[in-house]
């Protein structure tokens, strides 16, 4: 963190989704807020396209090497000058209120503050399904209140809280810092992560069978690897291939 010289950060990190990038940003950028925001995108990928997309508003940074999502928005956060980071994915888009969902949520006093993610292409079905995999528990119509996981696609905490905490952990995967980072927030302050339904973001999903597979086969090796929210139960069933398969039908349906 550089400094509090305005009041939000808003941290982007993008690989491989240059061209979803400008659709996020426009969504970012029309944010009514009081305060004050900044917009940092990072170069997870060092795809030199994404340096004609900074403005007054936006900077650009970029890593020695390609970086992961965890690592890539930890680098957003060491940019960054507000007194919150906010963030959100190349993939999504903020809906209308988004930031200042955010902000109500963590004045009120929550530490770790994420919001409803809601499908991006309404009517196709490999997203849908996707989208309903990773996120049916965070559909607008559930209260707010006390959450245990929220995702880095859709999540607000201040700058000293994320430092604290020691921002997202490093892991040589594509997935599950997020879980491990709420995790960690949980231990350290009990009670303190909170679901806020208007902090909404609509996320464009894995398009293709072949995408969908193989982002649930590395999310499901991962939630074994690092034991992600997994019960003494879940161990047990998994010694089963059968049913490993049943909770995977059961988890689809």
């Given amino acids: 963190m550089h400094g509090t010289a305005t009041d939000f950060s808003i941290v982007i990190p993008c690989r491989d989704h240059s061209l979803e990038l400008v659709r996020c940003l426009q969504s ?42 965890g690592p890539a928005r930890n680098l957003g956060a060491a940019h960054a ?14 809906e209308a209120g988004w930031l ?10 929550a530490r770790v503050v994420g919001g409803a993610v809601l499908q991006g292409e309404r009517w196709h079905p490999v997203a849908t399904i996707d989208n309903l995999m990773q996120f049916s528990d965070l559909a607008p119509g559930r209260p707010a209140g006390p959450a245990v996981l929220l995702p880095s696609c859709n999540l607000a905490i201040s700058g000293a809280d994320f430092a604290a905490v020691g921002g997202f952990p490093v892991l040589d995967s594509a997935a599950g810092e997020d879980v491990l980072f709420c995790e960690n927030a949980g231990r350290r302050w009990p009670g303190s992560l909170h679901f806020e339904p208007a902090m909404r973001v609509r996320h464009y999903g894995r398009s293709t069978l072949r995408a969908l597979a ?6 499901g090796f991962i939630r ?16 089963s291939p059968l049913l490993v398969s049943l909770l995977g039908v059961r988890r689809a349906a």
Avoid at 100 to 108: E, G, I, P, S, T
Avoid at 214 to 219: L, V
């Fill in 224 to 239: 074994a690897r690092y034991g992600l929210q997994l019960t003494d139960t879940h161990r047990r069933l998994g010694r």
């Fill in 81 to 94: 000058n507000g007194r919150w980071l906010c963030f959100i994915d190349a993939d999504a888009v903020a």
């Fill in 214 to 219: 193989a982002h649930h086969d590395n999310f």
């Fill in 28 to 69: 970012v950028r029309r944010q009514q807020f009081a305060g004050s925001f900044e917009i940092i995108v990072v170069d997870a990928g060092l795809d030199d396209a994404l340096l004609d997309v900074g403005d007054a508003s936006t900077r650009v940074v970029r890593g020695r090497e390609p970086l992961r999502p």
């Fill in 100 to 109: 200042m969902a955010a902000a109500a949520a963590l004045r009120a006093g």
